[in-house]
DNA sequence: CTAGCTGCAAAGTGTTTGCGGCTTA
DNA sequence: TAAGCCGCAAACACTTTGCAGCTAG
């Protein structure tokens, strides 16, 4: 536990964490930054975008491989699938039946060296459904 | 196949399909820009752009779900899996073993209406595993 | 002391949009 | 003629980066 060389968990950093860790969903980092600014209210998005990609880095977080704009960051690194929403973009958890996800890491593609996968369900999230939103982008 | 009112099929839009359906990968707007200025000299990025969201809209195009940084467009609007280069961005089709697309895409998840799916392998191409850049982002 | 980190602001990258003019049904 | 489209350039949204000062080891 003791740490790689050269890295410090700052109070910084250690916020980043902690948002991702706590939220239900995954974020964006703006939502992040946006979370953190409440205990660290000087924090620059600048360090909250640096923090993210060290902690991916550092293997603490993951990032979601899912085709939203904007990126999303992932408490947990271990592979699993996402359900998208196509109206709001929240991205959740989510499983899926009769998939075998470590075979599907272990796949082969002619020529590739395949390192990991991702699936992601595309739709409308609950709250977009009962709001009237089920339309994409409008 | 008539069409549809209001829509013109212009040398632009032809030329914009013809370069995302000739295409062996799946392309980025600006791969698609640079190869229907060989034909059309004059097009705009803006065009292809409008296009581009216009063919998919249309549904003649996909768009692919991966991760990438930048979107990409796909000759073919099934289901089916991708394999995405780390290492240059690359997007080509593969099958995976074991997974029954059509099963996945009637996935539930609780709440939501779900819509669509992609499953993508992530790796390196056989490219840059030859070049030595199978590693991230250098 | 010095490697590492931060806030700030500017620069990048990829995509969208407003507009005047052109084109085609 | 009018609806639709185009090229151009400016605007946008998100992310990255250069820099000077601060901080912890």
Redesign the pocket.
Known sequence: MGGQ?????????QA?LDAVRDAPEHL???EVYARVRAE?P?????????????LVHRGLIGRVQGGG????YDRSTDVHCHARCLAC?RVDDTDVEGVDLRKLVASRVPGYRVVGCGIELVGYCPRCVKAGHAEPRG
Request: charged letters at 30%; hydrophobic letters at 30%; zero cysteines.
């Open positions: 060389p050269g890295f410090r968990m700052t109070p910084q950093r980043v964006t980092a703006d660290l000087r924090i620059s998005l600048g360090t909250v975008y640096r923090s993210l990609e060290e704009a904007q990126r999303r973009g």
